[in-house]
């Protein structure tokens, strides 16, 4: 196909896509910018996805796009608006000032992880909602697609990665004194590092904040992660030592919030929202965890623990809500296993969930799936 009329072809094609909040189409919209198509059927184009657009508009775009006549591939340059003063788009930066008396604004260390592209942290309020498992998940779902993804466990005082991937031995420290670098261990395609793989089964990690801040640096620093498509940080609960100081240390492309269905949930997941915004760092999302259990004998959902609570704090918050994963016993029994959900029973409802939330970061990203 000639590659103009492919063009207009494609500009027709999301022209037809109306914002559900909105009803403007994604052209009128201004979400779509820079279309180009070549005599090859080779499709890019640039969306601009707001914080307050559904997570699965750029999805929508371009299944839209790989449906027509004569495209062979399609390539989605996703732009993020510019971070302001508490989280605020507009043109002053992605890490502009903040308000006098707030938290230092973070100077993160230029140099460190230079071979990464992307580094996303998986945080929530409270324990005990699944954000371990969200995001050793995740890590798998990305690297199942052929990227390079290394998982940070930053959760000094649960480290839970190394029984989530069935990982037990101690890693090897390689180079010259003095210039030692920690060597990630690897499982289902992910690199991974954790306080874990240093501590005895049943020892705990008792340390102050200082201490939590030294790990975290070391991981950063002295692991040899070698070149990374994606790092994932497991971050602990809360808005501590840690969060901190990953915001300090490293320029985060964003945070992926983890609640459960009920109000005493999502209320910690709100506060941890609000400490991303001080620090400027992009909320990339919300994820339901737990949402809905499907009865053993009649196959109709129970709503253990309510129903579309993260949804509603994703509408309040003006954030895209990234997509719920249903209470699943076989998710415990694969995450006790050493094998993420993805990889065991990719089939599963909790699976395909969660693998859709991994390509919903990924487009948010501009992180190309084979490209």
Known sequence: MNPDELRRSVMAALAGISH?????????????????????????FQFLLRPEDPGDLVKQARAAVESLDGVQDVKVNVQLPQMGPSGQTGSGGRRGGLKPGS????????????????????????????????AANLAAAMAQTGLRVGLLDADIYGPNI???????????????????LIQPLEAHGVRLMSLGFLLDKEQPAIMRGPLISGVLKQFLEQVDWGPLDVMVVDMPPGTGDAQLSLVQTVDLDGAVMVTT??????????????????????????VENMSGLACPHCGEPIDVFGSGGGEKLAEEMKLPFLGRVPLDPAVA???????????????????????????????????????
Do not use: W, Y
């Open 103 to 134: 938290v230092p604004a973070p100077t993160p260390k230029p140099g460190i992880l230079p071979d990464v592209r992307h580094v996303v942290a998986v945080s929530s309020g409270k324990g005990g909602v699944g954000k371990s498992m969200v």
């Open 261 to 286: 269905p009920q109000d005493v949930s999502t209320g910690d997941v709100r506060r941890g929202v609000k400490m991303f915004e001080r620090v400027n760092t992009r909320v990339l999302g919300i």
């Open 333 to 371: 029994r694969a995450g006790d296993a050493g094998a993420p959900t993805v990889v065991s029973t990719p089939d599963s409802p909790a699976a395909k969930a969660l693998g859709g939330i991994a390509a919903t970061v990924l487009d948010t990203l501009a992180v190309l799936v084979g490209g």
């Open 162 to 180: 190394p029984t989530m991937f069935g990982v037990t031995e101690r890693p090897n420290v390689t180079g010259e004194k003095g210039r030692e």
């Open 20 to 44: 559900p909040a909105t009803g403007r189409d994604l052209i009128a919209g201004g979400h779509v910018q820079n279309v180009e198509a070549d005599e090859d059927g080779a499709v890019r």
